[in-house]
């Protein structure tokens, strides 16, 4: 039997390391949704419930309930609509091109780096002007714009990299721009789609700045703020925090589990083939 | 089936043009080749055609109708024309199995299916794909999906095939198989293509009338014989006929009646039935131009050169199967020659005879044919 080199410990021990380091901080918040308020005191975080209960959880999803939900509509609405615009901007940019195509698309990666913070205020305004301040489409509203750019840019590399040929073959044939999208160019993207819902969806349901000026304490609340309130203003639930966080938590890590592999390939299929 | 005509055709890529004012008529059901160097303007040229790409200038008529104008503001779609293009890279649609391949350009014009279905199967027996049908693109080999993206194009009898290399991408023996499938197939659909290439003998063996292009302007436009046989200037002659023509540089001269190409290593009589059109260059430098089958050895006869024949060293032999390729020198002239066989063995000397009627002459300063 051959061991393996020094070198190669070394590595796997340190890539061991990093790996528990990492998930420490899930652990400890799986550990302490499990814990009574007793068993917060007298454990440490990184320690088994003495007693496990499942009613921080419960607790929790009582309260979370409704803002889990309202995150779910905007984040899956906004979400499809992003990465649908996105798609379809890509394409035209790409694709068809027109006189100054180049110069939209500049337009397009500014929007990548207009931070949040800076257009609170007109958006808070222009919303409340709209009517859909402390709405649910706000949210969509707002998500999807600030989607569209990095969408955009994501499925404009992909669209890239399938050759014109197929285009002109599709024009030859009879199609026209719209049937081109939909019958060739829209069949070929399930990678890129992935890639931009998965990345589309967690930023947005991660979102907080959003949320919190958008539609605070209103019905429309989404969770991350929900979560925030959590906390309370007298005493520190932690495990009731906890339980509320894993909830929060859940559906980005089932969609990573889930999509990791595509997610992977859609990152490299966009680094070797700039 | 229709004629196309190409009026003072212009495209510009940024500085360069890829085409120059080109003007061009493709006969009704003819196999016309644009041949080329890469580079040279033929796929732009036929993008122009197909109308994937607009002209900076010019015309493009399809029979009757004016497909392209810049001028006259005139440009239809080429989802409206009644043409087909196959793509060097095939463009099959990675997605659709070959059946639907087949059928995507009928279905987006709204055929019945169950004239589609007839169609399409009509189209697989042909090319013998009956049997590929359910099959994806990344399941075929390169001659298949070249089939197939020919298949596509004829199912629906378009009125122009518009063909860009459409065998660059296929080995050596597939290539010349499928080259006499094509032309069979185009005599019996008797549909006018367009057909691009890089490759003198896939346009000689297949054309009917050839063009050849460089960068962006038209060189000659002829029959496969006429441009072999009367190349209009050096371009031609030196692009089409493997092994490549010998050209050597010469001088006319006058001695007594007869004119002389002095060639330094050696002197050839200018033949007297091309003579006249000749006189006007006496004293001036030509090129002249000798395909290597006009070109033969002498067999030694006892004594010293025979006249008109030019005694040179075996520098190479090279055997291609039914001839023998001879690299001959001699100062600084090196000629090969085209022979069935011969007794010299590299290093010796050869006296080499030429055909006076074959010979080329081209004026040095433009290039241009004399005869």
Redesign the interface.
């Known amino acids: 039997m051959r061991f393996p080199k020094p070198r190669r410990v070394t590595l796997y021990i340190l890539l061991v390391f990093f790996a528990f380091l990492f998930l420490l901080p899930l652990w400890t918040c799986i550990t302490t949704s499990f814990k009574p308020v007793h068993d917060v005191i007298y454990t440490t975080p990184v320690e088994l419930p003495l007693s496990p209960t499942a009613e921080p959880l419960i607790t929790a999803l009582n309260i979370m309930q409704r803002p889990l939900l309202n995150s779910f509509t905007f984040t899956i609405s906004a979400m499809i609509l992003s990465c649908l615009l996105g798609s379809i901007n890509g394409y035209i940019l790409t694709k068809i091109r027109f006189r100054g195509s180049d110069t939209v698309f500049l337009f397009f990666s500014i929007g990548i780096f207009i931070p949040y913070q800076a257009v609170l205020v007109p958006l808070v305004l222009t919303m409340s002007k709209l009517g859909l301040f402390n709405h649910i489409e706000g949210l969509i509203l707002t998500h999807t714009a600030y989607g569209i750019p990095i969408t955009t840019l994501l499925f404009r590399n992909f669209y890239g990299v399938i050759?014109n040929?197929?285009i002109?073959?599709?024009?030859?044939?009879?199609?026209?721009t719209w049937?081109i999208y939909r019958?060739?160019v829209l069949?070929?993207s399930l990678l890129p789609f992935v890639v931009a819902a998965v990345f589309q969806f967690t930023s947005i349901w991660n979102d907080f700045l959003f949320g919190v000026a958008l539609a605070r304490g209103s019905e429309a609340q989404p969770a991350s703020v929900a979560l925030a309130n959590l906390r309370g203003t007298t005493e520190f639930q932690w495990n009731v925090q906890m339980a509320g966080t894993l909830w929060y938590a859940l559906p980005v890590l089932v969609i990573f589990f889930v999509l990791g592999k595509y997610l992977m390939r859609g990152y490299m299929a966009g680094a070797v083939k700039g | 089936m229709v004629s196309v005509a190409i009026i003072n055709l212009t495209k510009t890529y940024g500085t360069t043009a890829a085409i120059k004012d080109l003007n061009l008529e493709i006969k009704d059901g003819e196999f016309f080749i644009f041949l080329g160097p890469s580079g040279c303007g033929k796929t732009t040229t036929l993008?122009c055609i197909?109308?994937?790409l607009k002209p900076d200038k010019g015309e493009v008529w399809l029979g009757n109708e004016l497909v392209t104008s810049s001028e006259r503001d005139v440009y239809v779609?080429?989802?409206k024309?009644e043409?087909?293009?196959m793509?060097?890279?095939y463009?099959?649609?990675?997605?659709m199995t070959v059946f639907n391949n087949i059928a995507?350009?009928l279905e987006?014009?709204g055929e019945d299916k169950s004239e589609i279905v007839k169609r399409v199967t009509a189209t697989a027996n042909l090319l013998g794909l009956s049997q590929l049908l359910d099959r994806k693109p990344r399941q075929l080999s390169g001659g298949q999906r070249q089939r197939v993206a020919l298949g596509?194009a004829i199912v629906?009898k378009p009125k122009v095939f518009?063909l860009d290399e459409p065998l660059a991408n296929l080995d050596a023996k597939l290539r010349v198989k499928t080259r006499t499938d094509l032309k069979k197939l185009q005599r019996e659909l008797g549909v006018t293509t367009v057909y691009v290439t890089h490759d003198q003998v896939e346009a000689m063996t297949m054309a009917d009338r050839i063009m050849v292009q460089r960068d962006g302007v038209t060189e000659q436009i002829g029959t496969p014989e006429e441009l072999y046989n009367h190349p209009a200037n050096l371009f031609v002659a030196g692009f089409i006929g493997s092994p490549e023509m010998n050209f050597t540089d010469c001088t006319l001269i006058k001695e007594g009646a007869r004119l002389w190409l002095d060639a330094r290593e050696f002197k050839t009589p200018v033949p007297t039935q091309v003579a006249p059109k000749l006189e006007s260059y006496v004293g001036e430098d030509l090129i002249m131009g000798i395909r290597p089958e006009d070109l033969y050895e002498r067999k030694s006869v006892k004594g010293s050169t025979q006249k008109n024949a030019l005694r040179m060293t075996v520098d190479i032999i090279e055997p291609v199967g039914p001839y023998l390729l001879l690299h001959l020198r001699k100062g600084r002239c090196s000629l090969v020659a085209r022979v069935k066989h011969t007794t010299a063995r590299v290093g010796q000397e050869v006296d080499i005879e030429m055909d006076p009627s074959k010979m080329h002459i081209f004026d040095k300063k433009t290039a241009k044919a004399i005869i």
């Open positions: 050759p040929s197929l002109m073959a599709a024009k030859t044939d009879g199609a026209g049937t019958r060739i069949p070929l | 993008l197909a109308g994937l779609t080429p989802q024309r043409v087909a293009m793509f060097q890279d463009a099959i649609y990675p997605h995507f350009p987006v014009r596509r629906r518009l």
